[in-house]
């Protein structure tokens, strides 16, 4: 079946230090993968896609590759703020999901000045 | 361009009642996706409409159920209320398989 792991949290980190999340997954086909932002109080937000092996995406200083090998997906980014500070959820559709995107559990992060 | 809008933004029932919660998909998007978030169970997938029919439905009873619009807007409606049904519940729409799922705010249900 399908499905997404993901680091548990909570993650905390002091102000430009380096930020990486590990995400792996289990699907069948060939999945697309993302992640997402949840801001308190907001709904998700995508923060960046990659459809394809190999693929990077990225955005706002984030990044993370698609690695078919290892079937993951890490998030990461070289000096984070305290904007950055949310819950990140990794996910992913395509293939044989019907649609539907399967998340990870979400990793709260939280970044101090 | 207007994103996914969500209403009400947020909704006080008690148990056995029932509620009915909207979404506005993206223009141009035919698909919309509910999703339910609950303290301590994550993001769980609830019903996918496209083109006006359910595609996909979750591990949810029957009492969770909706429909979509000829316009493509989408409600959700859950029969029955339980304590448990407190959640945030999540719409998101996208263009088409494959493609990113973009989410609205979100309407926060409350069950007394």
């Known amino acids: 079946g399908n499905s997404v792991t993901q680091m548990e949290g909570p993650v905390t980190l002091s102000e430009e230090a380096f930020l990486t999340i590990n995400c792996t997954y289990t699907?069948?086909?060939?999945?697309?993968l993302f992640w997402y932002v949840q801001y308190p109080g907001e709904g998700l937000q995508l923060l960046l896609k990659?459809?394809?092996?190999?693929d990077k995406g990225s955005n706002k200083g984030f990044e993370a590759t698609y690695r078919k090998e290892t079937t993951s997906f890490h998030l990461e980014k070289g000096s984070v703020q305290v904007s950055d500070s949310a819950v990140y959820f990794c996910?992913?559709?395509?293939?044989?999901?019907?649609?539907?995107?399967?998340f990870g559990r979400g990793t709260q992060l939280t970044v101090w000045p | 361009e207007a994103g996914v809008t969500q209403s009400p933004t947020h909704l006080i029932k008690t148990r056995g009642q029932q509620a009915t919660l909207r979404c506005s998909p993206i223009?141009?998007?035919?698909?919309v996706y509910w999703y339910q978030q609950a303290l301590g169970l994550g993001l769980q997938f609830l019903l996918w409409?496209?083109?006006?029919?359910?595609?996909n439905r979750g591990n949810f009873p029957p009492r969770f159920s909706g429909r979509q619009f000829p316009n493509y807007s989408s409600e959700l409606n859950v029969n029955a209320l339980e304590l448990e049904d407190s959640a945030l519940y999540l719409c998101?729409?996208?263009?088409?398989?494959?493609?990113?799922?973009?989410f609205g705010d979100g309407t926060r249900l409350s069950i007394l």
């Open positions: 998101a729409s996208s263009g088409g398989r494959g493609q990113p799922q973009h």
């Open positions: 699907a069948t086909g060939y999945p697309s």
């Open positions: 990659a459809t394809k092996a190999d």
């Open positions: 996910a992913l559709t395509g293939g044989s999901t019907l649609g539907r995107l399967y």
């Open positions: 223009s141009g998007h035919t698909s």
């Open positions: 409409y496209d083109e006006g029919e359910e595609r």
